[in-house]
């Protein structure tokens, strides 16, 4: 009896002598295979081959129409590359011409006729056997080639999340040298103009207009650094997740007029003008939120346009859409590039990056209000043409 892994392969016999194929098949019938076709006619390999699929031919040479010589010179081509397909030769011609001929034709295996019924029954047992093998190893192989397709994909994927993570490190790295020198500057020029000034004011013969415009000058450096040190400790506060809420019903249009006022002066100084834009009907509107955060906000955005205006106006104004308030501050200024727009509410970002910028400020203002107006509920976008002014435009929930 056969091994049960080979009782359902295919095995097509080719002989064009009944008596034969007979004996053969019924060598195989009593051997316990289940899978068995046979043809007397050579010319019917190729179409048998393509619709039985067979796992061994065992295959006459000497026949009408097609010898096996011929039979095994068409199926060269349809046999997929990498493919074993045992074929074993039963020929009565026992010459070495000929066995040499059809092993090197395609043949695996040779029997000279009259063969022995057992001798062909082992026969065909190994070559399957030998096609089992071949199996298993192509199917591991093929396990093994997804393996490494899958094994390369996460590689690279891992190559990519490290290029990535690299190119973050760098530009944490630029972010943090920038920002020592920022830093640095930001607190080191206030503080010498207020230890500058304190000195100036100390002479004994300053008349009084000039003790004014010094102390007017030292309350401005006081206030930057008061400023920059103020919004060191708030995005410390934003980024521990420590920023505290109080809400409480406040009216914006007061709100906006409050802010404004810190503002007067300073548009005044640069000849700029500072409008308020509010619906006539929502004067007297009350929303439920934070009024210190708020206010911080909307003095950070004020004091950007204002930084960053040279002539012209800002408008601070709001309007209702769809049961939140959006408000916005506008302006006439240097406007920003789209590809600054893309990191404008990163931490330490400007439109320029560098110690020879024209304007002061430490790149936080932006960061600081994005962060509160989350924490509110809402979020802000930015609308700008570069020279031309921007839009800035943030909601709160009613």
């Known amino acids: 009896m056969i091994d049960s892994t080979f009782k359902n392969a295919n095995i097509l016999i080719v002989d064009d002598q009944e008596a034969n194929i007979d004996v053969l098949e019924g060598l195989l019938d009593i051997q316990g295979y289940l899978n068995i076709k046979t043809t ?6 190729i179409d048998l081959y393509k619709s039985f699929n067979p796992d061994l031919i065992l295959l006459d040479l000497s026949m009408p129409y097609l010898t096996g010589f011929d039979v095994m010179e068409q199926l060269k081509p349809l046999i997929r590359p990498n493919t074993y397909l045992p074929i074993l030769v039963l020929t009565a011609d ?3 011409t000929a066995k040499q001929r059809a092993l090197s034709g395609g043949a695996t295996d040779f029997i000279t006729k009259p063969f022995d019924l057992v001798e062909v029954g082992l026969r065909i047992r190994n070559l399957l056997f030998t096609s089992f093998l071949q199996q298993q190893l192509r199917d591991q192989n093929q396990i093994l080639e997804e393996k490494v397709k899958e094994r390369t994909v996460e590689l690279e994927k891992k190559n990519i999340d490290l290029i990535a993570a690299k190119e973050k490190a760098e530009a944490s790295d630029r972010l943090k040298t920038s920002f020592i020198n920022n830093i640095s500057h930001e607190i080191r020029t206030p503080l010498n103009g207020i230890l500058g000034f304190q000195q ?12 004014e415009e010094y102390l007017e000058l030292l309350s401005e450096s006081s206030n930057r650094l008061i400023t920059t040190v103020s919004n060191f400790m708030e995005i410390s506060l934003l980024t521990s997740g420590t920023q505290e809420i109080y809400f409480s019903g406040l009216n914006p249009t007061q709100l906006i007029n409050s802010v404004v006022s810190n503002f007067t002066r300073r548009f005044t100084s640069k000849n700029l003008e500072l ?3 509010v619906p006539d009907n929502q004067t007297d509107l009350t929303i439920n939120s934070d009024k210190e955060l708020l206010f911080k906000i909307l003095n950070q955005l004020i004091n950007n ?5 040279q002539q012209g106006c800002v408008t601070i104004g709001y309007e209702l859409a769809n049961h939140e308030l959006c408000f916005f501050v506008k302006d006439t200024g240097i406007g920003i590039s789209e590809e600054s727009q893309k990191t404008l509410f990163k931490n330490f970002m400007q439109e320029a990056v560098g110690n ?3 304007y002061d400020g430490c790149g936080l203002g932006l960061a600081i209000s994005k962060g ?12 700008s043409v570069q020279g031309k002014g921007s839009a800035f435009y943030f909601t709160v929930p009613l």
């Open 94 to 96: 026992v010459t070495m």
């Open 40 to 45: 007397t006619d050579s010319r019917e390999v």
């Open 356 to 358: 020879t910028r024209g």
């Open 372 to 383: 509160l107006i989350e924490l509110l509920g809402g979020n802000i976008r930015v609308e």
């Open 305 to 309: 346009a204002l930084k960053f205006t």
């Open 275 to 277: 409008s308020v834009l």
């Open 200 to 211: 100036i004011l100390a002479q004994p013969d300053l008349s009084t207009e000039e003790k």
